[in-house]
């Protein structure tokens, strides 16, 4: 069992469950949250789905979240 339990773990494990809702999205899925909305706001990222994507995923990448 996985615990989580300080501010940056939380916080990190948020934004990628927003990166698999948005890839969900960009496959067609609809949830009952918008993580493209969400992420575009947040990161003030433009373009499509796909882009967002590929452009969040590049975030995480820079923030050290994603390996």
């Given at each position: 069992m996985l615990v989580i339990?300080?501010?940056e773990g939380i916080r990190a494990y948020r934004l990628l469950a927003l990166r698999a809702a948005l890839g969900l999205e960009v496959k067609g899925l609809k949830g009952r949250v918008n993580a493209y909305a969400t992420?575009?706001?947040e990161f003030n990222l433009?373009?499509?789905k796909a882009?967002?994507?590929e452009l969040y995923e590049a975030k995480l990448r820079e923030m050290g979240?994603?390996?």
């Open positions: 339990d300080t501010p992420i575009k706001k433009k373009g499509s882009k967002v994507y979240i994603l390996v």
